[in-house]
């Protein structure tokens, strides 16, 4: 698994790690982190911490690629440089990682004699297409390099597996959010970013008007589905599946609901409200997911309500910030 550090390759990794599979994990460190792994290696023990076997290095390196791939029978394609905002910023780094990243996983996934590639996408691919919900076989103009790398690195799995047999599957990740995701510098998510204001008792930053939509996804909901591409018998060589909840969220009502998650954790915070600030460069107006496909084809069930995931995240911040006072 690549990204094995990351805020949603911790989470798959430790769920394999729990269901006693040997697990290769790959990660440069760039945005994963070490605390991730330490979370990790408490909650499954010492014994099956022992079946994990950790490559650190970049995923546009063919020989460490190799190297980490080599007797593996699934490769989860996890790494990758995040952020719409980071992708304006970086470009051209960017469409190395997510795009020439995802071939040089791809080919070693291939030599290694895998049986499929998963790989993890982004609904940022339906770019400017108006259609609400997003449906997999209709995307629009990419509205950011972030969103072009992915839309390269979907064209770079289908052709892969077109031309060479070897199966894949692209998840559409929507907005995805838990535990271990990371709250700090200009890069971070909504919801990271505004539970770390609100445990510090500050006003977070509104961009925009607030009625922009998303489908917020709980990480448990993004492991589930790794497991069930990675398992699940397809009819196509290179499939493609959004995940999400396919529920709509305006950022005014996710900050009611953080709010409300506060108070559960005796922080009360309904005296704050958010400071209006510019929207964010190349932002899609509505965003949710259609899982007729996943449904149908993965057997993907979505989450129920996020308040236990909104609350989760919010323990880990005060939690973090306990200990560090």
Known sequence: MT??????????????????????????????????????????????????????????ERGTVRAACAGCELVLHQAGLGSVVRSLAEPERCLEVNAAGTWTVLAAAHAAGAQRLVLASSSSVYGDCPDVPQREERIGHALSPYAASKQVAELVAAGFSRGLGFPSVALRYFNVFGTRQDPHGPYAAVIPRWSRALVAGQAPELEGDGLQTRDFTPVAAVVEANLLAACTALAEPASVFNVGTGRELSLQELFASLVAACASLGLERSSLHPRAGPARPADRRASRADLTHARAALGYEPPGENDAGLRATLEELVDSRSRAS
């Open 3 to 60: 990204g094995a550090a990351g805020f949603i390759g911790s989470h798959l990794l430790e769920r394999l790690l729990l269901l006693d599979q040997r697990v290769h994990g790959l990660d440069d460190f760039s945005t994963g982190r070490r605390e991730n792994l330490a979370a990790v290696e408490r909650a499954v023990g010492a014994e099956r911490w022992r079946r994990l076997r950790f490559v650190t290095g970049d995923v546009r």
